[in-house]
């Protein structure tokens, strides 16, 4: 084992030796030594057809927003993926409201859409605000006005599957309302829910290297399930979902956006990368700072630690790469130029019992 790797190991086992038991499993320690100079593409596990779309196109010598948008446009048009796009899960009233936002590291500029309703590609749509704007963020009807502008069409984002889902988590909500569930004459305490209920958070983010070493990056959402109308998470925030700067790596992430939001994860997560630590690590301190700013008592299970999860990816200008969540189980996509597979995230914690 090299001095770094149980360097780190005794830092992330003595995260653990504090409070709360830790089980680490670094998936990468040492990409910085062998992917010297490399294109790669990391997305979400959600993304493994992102990122060969976008390796085919940087290997076409396209630059890596082109690719990463390219890449994650095949999620944001699946139907099956409900956490992203067309076929997203609802707000609260049943409209499926998207956001989404690109950034370029050569020329260090953004753009963001946010509870952007009808169109089913709000990262192309930040990417035309990123080219034909001063602006880097735009939210709701200005969105949509803006996006019509630009020649995008309208369409009822909401598929059946996802409005079943939608009536499944109104219909279960409460008690004290008039939406029940189907039920028959011996149905007791029904339309509420009696065990704990962990909402929908899923989105991709995509990064990735082109042949000149740019980076680039976007994250694409529908967001929190039946959120409050107008709630943005972090994924259309510049610094909170995603993050470039050319000259050290990107980041992104998927889960609980209220907590990328207030601790500026993604930027972070960047900086770190600055200071020289590897892409996975980078990624478990922010877990690490996350969790210690996690002061609310409603967020916490009764050991104290989060009753969410948050997951990290980041590249540095190396195409070193890694991945680390808060809780076991994660995991992520990755080409390296060879092939596209999925790679087990590193955790803080191990699989949490009162997590499903
Ligand atoms: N991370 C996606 C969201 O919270 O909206």
Redesign the pocket.
């Known amino acids: 084992m090299s001095s770094s790797r149980r360097e780190f190991l005794k830092k992330a086992t003595a995260v653990g030796a504090g409070a709360f038991a830790t089980g680490i499993i670094p998936s990468r320690l040492v990409n910085d030594a062998v992917a010297q100079g490399k294109t790669v593409a990391i997305a979400s596990a959600n993304g493994v057809q992102a990122v060969t779309r976008a390796m085919e196109l940087i290997r076409s010598g396209a630059d890596a927003l082109d690719a990463v948008i390219a890449g994650v446009n095949i999620v944001e048009n699946d139907p099956n993926d409900t956490s992203v796009g067309y076929g997203g899960l609802p707000n609260e009233l049943g409209v499926v409201e998207l ?1 989404a936002a690109v950034m370029h590291g050569p020329t260090h500029r953004a753009g963001a859409v946010a509870s952007l309703r009808n169109i089913k590609n709000p990262s192309k749509v930040a990417r035309v605000l990123l080219e034909r704007t001063d602006h880097v963020l735009l939210v709701g009807e200005g969105a949509l006005q803006f996006a019509k502008a630009h020649g995008f069409k309208e369409e009822d984002l909401l598929t059946d599957l996802a409005r079943d889902e939608w009536l499944r988590w109104k219909e279960n909500l409460s008690t004290k309302d008039d939406w029940l569930p189907p039920h028959d004459e011996n149905s007791k305490d029904i339309g509420g829910l009696f065990e704990p209920f962990f909402r929908n ?3 991709i983010h995509c990064s990735a290297i082109d042949q000149k070493g740019n980076i680039s990056c976007v ?1 694409t ?1 529908s ?2 399930a039946y ?1 409050i109308p107008g ?5 259309p925030i510049i610094g909170a ?1 995603l993050y470039v700067d050319n000259q050290v790596g990107a980041a992104g ?6 907590a ?1 939001l207030i601790n500026c994860s993604c930027v972070m997560i960047v900086e770190y990368m600055r200071q020289g630590k590897s892409p996975e690590q980078a990624c478990l301190e922010v877990c690490k700072r996350i969790v210690d700013n996690n002061k609310m008592r409603r967020l916490k299970f009764d050991d104290g630690r989060p009753n969410f999860n948050v997951k990290f990816y980041a590249v540095n200008n190396k195409g070193g790469y890694g991945s680390c969540c808060i809780y076991e189980g994660g995991e992520f996509a990755v080409h390296d130029g060879t092939s596209a597979k999925y790679v087990p995230s590193a955790y803080l914690y191990a699989k949490h019992p009162q997590l499903r």
């Open positions: 956001d958070t899923g989105t994250t959402t967001g929190l959120k709630r943005v998470g972090d994924s979902g992430s998927t889960g609980r956006g209220e990328n």
